[in-house]
């Protein structure tokens, strides 16, 4: 394994509340020294990192990786290439592939495949066998077998008993349960956000109460149960003040939202059709503002892709037959960079803290610092480099994403996983 030093860029690690300039020394595939300035050695190999910010890995807290079963749009080894050229290098795989991970058996085959993968997969287990929210699977085994956390995500734990009982046994499993919180008797039938657009377009909608009237219930859950509990993909102002009021009274619960709930609205339907067409869906101009607020004031913990790759064929079809989700994992840092960083919303050590420090912590996961000792999951970003996100250097397998075409400021210019240069 080679020796690396990385000098001269600005290190920015929030585990440390470190943002300055600082050489990183790399051996064994570890971080053995950060100083101001290190002296290379002989057998070193020399990253110059002048002008460039030098990260720990991305922790992506919400990806789908559709292997098994849906390997013609994505799989483990490509979801993981498309990570690490995001500068993603640890990542949780959600449990709805097909057949769903709901077995201890699927969690070792998802560990097996990701052996070979660039960046680090974490399987999530199912919350219930088959996906089907009514007999909980075999949380202990499936924990032993490797289960980073427990989710049914794609759909909501609609019994309030059977999700309690989940709430408990992850708690004495040291696990947390990840709620896709939707009413789908409220979204049934629904392609988009429910307003005076999808009037427009003729759209049956999904209101953002679909989304709040289950987080609160979510929440409620947590405080019987004092279990942690995390939201994924919050989209709406609604679900925002009740998490934030959870949060004032201890309740144990955390959240995540996703780049295009603070990067777009609904109208952008319009435009991009079913590359804008994901659940929850795309809301309105204010509920875009409350969630910069709630990433701003720490009512939301993290940012995640929600990744969910689509082949074009699928997506070719109308508005309401086309799959729910849009890829994301190439696109997480340069939109967190242009909307949240850029625009001063957040301060470079904050947004990189909601993608590293904090989906580590929540999910105890061994990444998301730059700390001596730690592996050397690194991720390098030229913040003045421009390039246009083009179909031809999309590294998924599906492209299925609204800001194909679009010219970004900043650039992912290498990613490390474990000391060894991985993009």
């Not at 991970?101 to 998802?110: A, E, L």
């Not at 969630?291 to 892709?305: P, Q, R, S």
């Amino acid at each position: 394994m080679e020796n690396l030093l990385i000098f001269g860029g600005r290190v920015i690690d929030p585990k440390n509340n470190r943002d300055g300039f600082f050489d990183l020394l790399i051996t064994n595939g570890k971080i053995s020294k950060i100083a101001k300035k290190i002296i290379p050695q002989k057998n070193f190999k020399l990253i110059p990192a002048q002008d460039q910010w030098v990260m720990p890995g991305l922790v992506d807290a919400h990806v789908h990786l559709r292997e098994p079963g849906g390997e013609n749009s994505e799989t483990i080894f490509s979801g993981a290439k498309a990570a690490v050229s995001g500068g993603v290098t640890s990542l949780l795989a959600m449990a709805n592939t097909s057949p769903p991970i709901d077995t201890p058996k699927k969690i070792k085959f998802v560990l097996k495949r990701a052996q070979k993968s660039l960046a680090k997969v974490y399987p999530v287990g199912a919350v219930t066998q088959g996906l089907q929210g009514k007999k909980l699977t075999n949380f202990s085994q499936m924990v032993k077998a490797g289960c980073a956390a427990f989710s049914d995500d794609g759909r909501c734990v609609m019994d309030s008993a059977v999700l309690r009982e989940a709430l408990e046994k992850a708690k004495k499993l040291g696990k947390v349960v990840i709620e896709h919180c939707e009413d789908h008797q409220l979204s049934e039938n629904g392609s988009m956000n429910e307003g005076p657009v999808s009037q427009k377009l003729g759209v049956c909608g999904i209101p953002s109460q679909s989304e709040a009237v289950m987080v609160a219930r979510d929440i409620f859950l947590a405080q019987l149960t004092l279990s942690p509990l995390h939201c994924a993909h919050v989209s709406c102002k609604e679900s925002v003040e009740l998490i934030r009021a959870a949060k004032r009274k201890g309740i144990p619960v955390s959240a995540e939202t996703c780049p295009h709930y603070f990067t777009l609205t609904e109208t952008a339907v319009k435009g991009h059709g079913t590359f804008a067409k994901m659940k929850p869906p795309l809301r309105r101009d204010e509920d875009v503002k409350a969630i910069k607020e709630a990433l701003k004031d720490g009512t939301i913990d993290l940012i995640a892709t929600d990744h969910a790759p689509h082949s074009l064929e699928s997506k070719k079809k109308s508005f309401e037959q086309a799959p729910f989700g849009i890829i994301g994992l190439e696109t997480l840092f340069v939109l967190v960079y242009e909307e949240l960083i850029l625009k001063k919303i957040l301060s470079p050590l904050k947004a990189v803290k909601l993608l590293t420090e904090n989906p580590a912590r929540i999910f105890g996961l061994p990444s998301g610092n730059l700390s001596q000792g730690s592996p050397a999951d690194i991720f390098i970003f030229d913040p003045k480099a421009k390039w246009t996100y083009k179909k031809e250097n999309v590294q998924s397998k599906s492209f299925n994403s609204p800001f194909l075409g679009r010219t970004f400021k900043g650039k992912v210019k290498m990613t490390l996983v474990n000391g060894k240069i991985v993009f």
